[in-house]
């Protein structure tokens, strides 16, 4: 019964900005943290960014600088502001709910993804 929806994607230029949400529906208890993931065609999905439950940020070399994740309604929203886009940026976004497990926090709750284009 957990959803995890994700809405703002679309085309931008090459420079521009671009802001994705994800916003958490159903019984899913405390999460450790939640984080936005981005897949390309052909490739494995990987982590653009995680935040934990208490506003501690991690950013994929590759964005940082440029994009910046933040959460709101106790983490029941995720934004993901992308700023200076870059072309290699176009992917299918995902956001995703971290749990606790064992002594690692790991992401077990996905979205249905967002396409990205950067031209």
């Known amino acids: 019964h957990v959803q995890l929806v994700e809405s703002g994607g679309g085309s931008v230029q090459a420079g521009g900005s671009l802001k994705l949400s994800c916003v958490v529906s159903g019984y899913i208890g405390d999460t450790c943290g939640m984080g936005w993931y981005r897949q390309f065609p052909g490739k494995e999905r990987e982590v653009v960014s995680i935040i934990k439950r208490d506003g501690t940020t991690t950013y994929a070399d590759s964005v940082k600088g440029r994009f910046t994740i933040s959460q709101a309604n106790a983490g029941y929203t995720i934004d993901l502001q992308m700023n200076s886009v870059k072309i290699e940026d176009t992917a299918v976004y995902y956001c995703?709910?971290?749990?606790?497990?064992?002594?690692?926090?790991?992401?077990?709750?996905w979205g249905q993804g967002t396409q990205v284009t950067v031209s």
């Open positions: 995703a709910a971290r749990l606790r497990v064992g002594a690692s926090c790991l992401s077990r709750y």
